[in-house]
T-cell receptor, first 115, second 115 residues
Framework: GNSVTQMEGPVTLSEEAFLTINCTYTATGYPSLFWYVQYPGEGLQLLLKATKADDKGSNKGFEATYRKETTSFHLEKGSVQVSDSAVYFCALSEPYAGNNRKLIWGLGTSLAVNP | EAGVTQSPTHLIKTRGQQATLRCSPI?????VYWYQQALGLGLQFLLWYDEGEERNRGNFPPRFSGRQFPNYSSELNVNALELEDSALYLC??????????????FGPGTRLLVL
């Protein structure tokens, strides 16, 4: 079945460091891929998405490129801030799933950024 | 535009009781999804409602049920509460497109504690 694998956390970085959170997936066809972020005590917010191969999603300095050949959607940011401290979730949606449609989630990666 | 709203924000119940959680989708969205986020288990898909009908169900026992009202708001009911039902319950809404997965937008969640 379809699945999403994220790198385990927690990830701890200093402010202005480079961030990579790895996400790989298993799916048939061409799923849409998402990154969601969950700040402490809050619900999930959509961070970025990509719907086809080689698409790059970007938002708030974060980027992720849909790589079909490596089945990956790694999240990157060139310079993290303390305010980026949160849990990041990678997710995919099954293509043409009809009534079986749902998001499939990674387990989340906790990021802590120190000043 | 108002986002997805959920009520209550916190709920404390005892084993065996029933819990009712409510969700109002973004205006114009007809699909509502429910997820359980238990500690250490990531996000688990519970239910998907669209146009008043249950379209898909995750791997949860029948004591988890719900409904969607004509105004597209939704209710999640959990009967015969067990300690392991303690979790953050997240609601999401989206437009409905039969051929593809529309982006889901999440509410802040209801934190249920079963004592």
């Amino acid at each position: 079945g379809n699945s999403v694998t994220q790198m385990e956390g927690p990830v701890t970085l200093s402010e202005e460091a480079f961030l990579t959170i790895n996400c790989t997936y298993t799916a048939t066809g061409y799923p849409s891929l998402f990154w969601y972020v969950q700040y402490p005590g809050e619900g999930l917010q959509l961070l970025l998405k990509a719907t086809k191969a080689d698409d790059k999603g970007s938002n708030k300095g974060f980027e992720a490129t849909y790589r079909k050949e490596t089945t990956s959607f790694h999240l990157e940011k060139g310079s993290v801030q303390v305010s980026d401290s949160a849990v990041y979730f990678c997710a995919l949606s099954e293509p043409y799933a009809g009534n079986n449609r749902k998001l499939i989630w990674g387990l989340g990666t906790s990021l802590a950024v120190n000043p | 535009e108002a986002g997805v709203t959920q009520s209550p924000t916190h709920l404390i119940k005892t084993r065996g009781q029933q819990a009712t959680l409510r969700c109002s989708p973004i205006s114009g969205h007809t699909s509502v999804y429910w997820y359980q986020q238990a500690l250490g288990l990531g996000l688990q898909f519970l239910l998907w409602y669209d146009e008043g009908e249950e379209r898909n169900r995750g791997n949860f026992p029948p004591r988890f049920s719900g409904r969607q009202f004509p105004n597209y708001s939704s209710e999640l009911n959990v009967n015969a509460l067990e300690l392991e039902d303690s979790a953050l319950y997240l609601c999401a809404s989206s437009y409905t497109d039969r051929g593809s997965q529309e982006t889901q937008y999440f509410g802040p969640g209801t934190r249920l504690l079963v004592l």
